[in-house]
């Protein structure tokens, strides 16, 4: 289940339940790092995609690898149809 507010970090956190340190050294930010993202500073791009991918969509990156990405996007350019009618199978399915 995806947190509602997504802009701010430290509301994410706190429904995720996790203490600073534990919910950005998941990506590779110091908890001192992470304090100033959650008081208002702009997060780097990739450290926002990071943040995004990890604590909003909640995508372990421990387990996805260059094939899975490459499935994917075999998936979206031969078979469209196909890739929308799973990725709407598998949005109905975490409601």
């Known amino acids: ?14 429904k995720l ?8 050294s998941k990506i590779g930010v110091t908890q001192s790092g992470g304090s100033r993202y959650e008081s208002g500073r702009n997060m780097p791009r990739p450290t926002r995609e990071l943040y995004r ?10 387990k996805v690898n260059r ?7 075999l998936l979206q350019a031969q ?12 949005a109905q399915a975490s409601h």
């Open 1 to 14: 289940m995806k947190p509602s507010n997504t802009t701010n970090p430290r509301e994410v956190r706190r």
């Open 17 to 24: 339940g996790l203490n600073q340190v534990e919910f950005w």
């Open 53 to 62: 991918l990890v604590h909003v969509e909640r995508v372990d990156l421990a």
């Open 67 to 73: 094939i899975d990405l490459e499935v994917i996007a």
């Open 79 to 90: 078979y469209p149809d196909l890739y929308s009618t799973l990725k709407k199978a598998i």
